[in-house]
């Protein structure tokens, strides 16, 4: 049973401790340590799902003003409301992320291209509708490097910090 009963809304987790990317070790303890914060949270969300207690209104997939999430960097799950698949993903701008999904999802072409095959497929028996955008984490504070440059490895490493969510 999910201890929030009826899970109406959930507010992106805004993380303000220092994660320190100068090397693999500062990473990874960043990442074991974003992983204590999110097992609860992702664990709440999925019961919600499978048990139809999550309410998806809040999360439709669709361009909103002032969301919040332009230029923030996060961790979000995409999930399938009628196959209950949940994708995990993370990004260095959640807004853009979206606004990705939105387009390939609403785009076989482009899907074909940017999606993981396991999306695609749920697409062949879903419609664009049927996926929901659920931000998890927001990352305030990055040291280590430059955060205006999303291609560095180090930001592509706290994107990754994923790898440690198993579920």
Same mark, same amino acid.
């Given at each position: 049973? #999910?201890?929030?009963? +009826?899970? =109406? @809304?959930?507010?992106?987790?805004? /993380?303000?401790?220092?994660?320190? !990317?100068?090397?693999?070790?500062? *990473? ?9 914060? !999110? ?6 969300? &999925? ?8 309410? /998806?209104? #809040?999360?439709? &997939?669709?361009? +909103? +003003?002032?969301?919040?999430? *332009? #230029?923030?960097?996060?961790? /979000? ?9 949940? /994708? ?16 390939? $999802? ?19 028996? =879903? +419609? =664009?509708?049927?996926?929901? @955008?659920?931000? !998890? $984490?927001? %990352?305030? #504070?990055?040291?280590?490097? =430059? ?13 990754? %910090?994923?790898?440690?969510?198993? @579920?």
């Amino acid at each position: 049973m #999910n201890p929030f009963g +009826q899970l =109406s @809304f959930h507010q992106p987790f805004i /993380y303000n401790e220092v994660v320190d !990317l100068s090397s693999d070790k500062t *990473t990874q303890t960043a990442g074991e340590s974003i992983v204590k914060v !999110l097992t609860p949270i992702i664990d709440n969300i &999925i019961s919600a799902v499978l048990e139809n207690k999550f309410d /998806y209104s #809040n999360f439709l &997939i669709t361009k +909103q +003003q002032a969301s919040g999430l *332009t #230029n923030r960097i996060g961790l /979000y799950l995409l999930i399938n409301s009628k196959t209950k698949r949940i /994708y995990l993903g993370g990004a260095s701008d959640l807004a853009q992320r979206k606004g990705d999904h939105h387009r390939c $999802l609403n785009d076989p072409d482009r899907a074909a291209r940017k999606l993981a095959t396991s999306m695609r497929d749920d697409l062949k028996v =879903s +419609q =664009s509708t049927d996926f929901f @955008f659920v931000p !998890l $984490l927001i %990352i305030n #504070n990055i040291s280590g490097v =430059s955060i205006t440059d999303k291609k560095t490895p180090s930001v592509t490493t706290v994107l990754s %910090i994923k790898q440690y969510l198993t @579920f």
